[in-house]
């Protein structure tokens, strides 16, 4: 082991602490294979031949048929075999901006790879949209079912079991017009309009499909404004796991937003100029993640400004500088916590999620600003987009062993990982090698055993450390030991991005 030696250009970023690394650097490429393929351990429904997390097995495929519908498919969230809508679509979402972003940096493979985890998620969201036509009358009603999540989370999270194995029940709950559900609904409009823009070259019958249910969905959010935990049939199923805390208006922007950037259409445009202020675009500009879409809504709308001379736009941009400005030790206006040894850091648990979906947005935003030859000026100091690249580099370095604890984060990658992950599936014996099945509290003598998990779940990447850097690999510790989907899905992004640049500088 040995101090970090990073030649950064910025002064700034010698004011983080130093952390212990490895030496050699990082292989980016292999990272972005695993981070990828992690997506395959959370999959439900039938699963394909080429099925490369081989352990798992079909599952879920009564799904809906409370409904008597097809609701098989998707993704469990994260160690339990629950599949909540929600974070699925903004899951979705992020893969799908990852693609769009930096997909030409991905190797051949890898992008088709990526294809494929975004279409399994799309497939399944299309199904939470469109299987019911008879219950949509756009031209005199608008009824809409939204199932925003499939399994019963409460029987679920007392359970340790195989998804291979439920015998809980699998509750579909849907919210039903005039019933408000403008946030799960929200993200969901993103997800299939940023998906149909990603497979709009390869595939551009699928993409019509995705942008045309895309719209219909943005328009039940529209319609019926309001968000879906605080409806009294969805409450106690999705709380308080997957509560809307912060507001649905932020979902509206958001799917308007991402329709604008795929259709250009003027009426888009003017919904985010017009509604800004009413739905609060400029509140809470220092979050994003899959309950609040601020900083990236801020982001996003500001490719606009800066590659396009939209200044009616300005508001979004200078909210995107404010928010990158935060991220800056040097600056008058930073206030973002790091740890000890320079990981962004916010409380609560899962703070990885922070750490992938922040990095994503700073690499994004140096592109946007590398393209258009600007920097960023944060009262104090100007930032070029050097710097931000450099913040982000540090980031994943850290996530991939130059920590502390000299421990990778993501599961399989390198030699010292997580071993006792918070995840069902991964800690129980694989259906494959032990048929018989596990029930509901048999599983508990391997949740409480202190033996490796069997099977790996590689590229999972877990909660992460403490504010103190401290990490113990204790799976019963689910806000640091357990994996998400939404903890990987900008991380694509990110390390597709470092394949081609590894050097920030």
């Given amino acids: 082991m040995k101090p970090m030696t990073h030649h950064f250009l910025s002064l ?11 030496g050699g650097g990082h292989d980016y490429r292999d990272a972005l294979s695993k981070c990828i ?6 999959r439900s429904g039938v699963l394909p031949q080429d099925q490369r997390q081989s352990w798992r097995a079909n599952s879920g495929l009564s799904d809906g048929w409370t409904y008597n519908t097809d609701l098989t498919g998707g993704y469990y969230d994260a160690g339990d075999n629950v599949k909540f809508g929600f974070p699925m679509a903004f899951t979705t979402t992020m893969l799908a901006w990852s693609v769009i972003e930096f997909g030409e940096f991905m190797p051949p493979n890898e992008l088709r790879n990526a294809m494929v985890a975004i279409r399994w998620g799309t497939d399944y969201l299309l199904k939470t949209v469109s299987q019911q036509p008879n ?13 925003p999540k499939v399994g019963e989370p409460i029987i679920d999270h007392n359970c340790w079991e195989r998804p291979e194995d439920m015998d809980t029940a699998r509750t579909v709950y849907a919210v039903d017009s005039p019933n408000p559900a403008s946030d799960v609904a929200g993200e969901t409009a993103a997800a299939l309009a940023a998906s149909s823009m990603a497979f709009r070259s390869s595939d551009p019958g699928y993409a019509d499909t995705l ?14 404004r309001g968000a879906y935990s605080d409806n009294a049939n969805v409450r106690d199923g999705v709380c308080p796991f997957y509560c809307d805390f912060d507001g649905y208006q932020d979902e509206l922007l958001w799917s308007a937003a991402w329709l604008r950037r795929v259709t250009q259409d003027g009426g888009y445009l003017d919904y985010i100029q017009n509604n800004g202020k009413t739905l609060g675009a400029e509140d809470n500009i220092n979050e994003f993640g899959w309950d609040n879409k601020h900083a990236g809504l801020n982001v996003l ?16 941009k200078s909210s995107a500088d404010s928010f990158m400005c935060t991220l ?29 979906s922040i990095s994503f947005l700073l690499l994004v935003y140096e592109n946007y600003l590398a393209r258009t030859s600007q920097s960023l000026n944060c009262g104090n100091i100007d930032v070029s987009p050097t710097t931000l690249r450099a913040i982000a580099k540090k980031q994943v370095d850290y996530i991939l062993g130059d920590n502390p604890m000299g421990l990778s984060y993501m599961v399989g990658y390198s030699d010292h990982y997580p071993q006792r992950i918070h995840h069902r599936g991964s800690s129980l014996p694989s259906i494959k090698d032990h048929p018989q099945p596990i029930a509901c509290k048999e599983g508990s003598v391997y949740f409480n055993s202190s033996n490796p998990n069997p099977n790996v779940l590689v590229g999972a990447l877990v909660g992460g450390p403490g504010e103190d850097d401290v ?19 900008p991380f694509v992004g990110v390390l597709a991005y470092f394949v081609a640049n590894p050097n920030p500088n």
């Fill in 471 to 489: 990490y113990d690999d204790d799976r019963a510790d689910f806000r640091k030991s357990e994996p998400t989907t939404y903890i990987n899905a």
């Fill in 211 to 224: 942008l045309r249910n895309a719209m219909k969905a943005f328009e039940f959010a529209d319609t019926y």
């Fill in 12 to 22: 700034l970023l010698l004011l983080l602490p130093l952390a212990t690394v490895h």
């Fill in 328 to 356: 800056i030790p040097e600056s008058s206006s930073s206030h973002i916590e790091y740890t000890p040894a320079g990981l962004i850091y916010k409380p609560g648990g899962s703070n990885l999620q922070h750490v992938t």
């Fill in 37 to 42: 393929l992690f997506f395959e351990g959370q």
């Fill in 135 to 147: 219950r949509i009358f756009v031209q005199t009603f608008f009824e809409f079912t939204l199932p």
């Fill in 301 to 316: 709308v500001s490719k606009e400004v800066l590659e396009g001379s939209m200044y009616n736009l300005e508001s979004y």
